[in-house]
């Protein structure tokens, strides 16, 4: 199961779904906190911006739920079964603490790093 996993965590395509993931979650999970700020209601001014925005904020969520779930699950995957140099306890912890977010920095400053020693192995 491992050379499988491998080879789908480490593929070309795969890599590219994770750094995009996680170049989308990143401010995505700063722009949808907005909404629960002050900041969110001084947009809405009238029912023609209270339906835009809240189309805006919806598509966003969108695109946020999809890039969450790809970029989790397949970060978990690969912190357990291939990532053989991170200590994988403390990754785990931030992901279960932080949850995408977590995996999105672990994608940008481990995942990303590790591909090309992978590809050549």
């Known amino acids: 199961m491992s050379n499988t996993l491998r080879s789908i965590l480490c593929h070309r395509r795969s890599t590219i779904l994770f750094l995009i993931a996680s170049l989308c979650v990143i401010p995505l999970t700063t722009g949808l906190g907005l909404t629960a700020t002050p900041v ?38 690969y912190v357990l ?21 977590g995996a999105a920095i672990y994608c940008l400053v481990v995942y990303r790093k590790q591909q090309p020693q992978l590809q050549r192995a």
Request: proline share 0%; aromatic share 20%; hydrophobic share 60%.
């Open 40 to 77: 969110y209601h001084q947009f809405k001014t009238g029912w023609i911006s209270d339906v835009v925005f809240e189309i805006l904020v919806t598509s966003m969520g969108v695109v946020f739920v999809v890039c969450a779930i790809v970029i989790f699950f397949g970060m978990v995957a």
């Open 81 to 101: 079964w291939i990532d053989q140099k991170s200590w994988k306890l403390g990754w785990l912890v931030v992901f279960l603490l932080t949850s995408s977010f």
